[in-house]
């Protein structure tokens, strides 16, 4: 079993950084793969970011392609989101999760934890 907990959420202006954070423990030995998902009031979850578990690889949306940075410290089992540039339609609860597999997924359905979320507000 894997725990996620994301942090660094909170209210914040349009045009402004934010870095969102999940740290993971228990079964942190194997190699997972790992995404940020958000979901807004009325709308599916939407997948934001992934990368490899070796951070040699990644994806984005293209809602935030060139906005968005997400990397990992696997020394440290956290995968952070680095938001820039902030849009009021960025608001969400976003999602860190873990995929037991290597490659870089953009499917929440192959992903097996979640954390519990932090809400993100990009007031105008």
């Known amino acids: 079993q894997v725990q996620l907990v994301e942090s660094g959420g909170g209210l914040v202006q349009a045009g402004d950084s934010l870095r969102l954070s999940c740290a993971a423990s228990?079964?942190?030995?194997?190699?997972?793969?790992m995404g940020w998902f958000r979901q807004a009031p009325g709308k599916e979850r939407e997948f934001v970011a992934a990368?490899?578990?070796?951070?040699?690889?990644?994806s984005y949306a293209d809602s935030v392609k060139g906005r968005f940075t997400i990397s990992r410290d696997n020394a440290k089992r956290t995968v952070y989101l680095q938001m820039n540039n902030v849009k009021p339609e960025d608001t969400a609860v976003y999602y860190c999760?873990?995929?037991?597999?290597?490659?870089?997924?953009?499917?929440?359905?192959?992903?097996?934890?979640w954390g519990q979320g932090t809400q993100v507000t990009v007031s105008s």
């Open positions: 999760a873990a995929s037991c597999t290597t490659a870089v997924i953009t499917v929440p359905s192959v992903y097996d934890y």
């Open positions: 228990g079964r942190t030995s194997s190699r997972y793969a």
């Open positions: 990368i490899r578990w070796s951070g040699g690889s990644t």
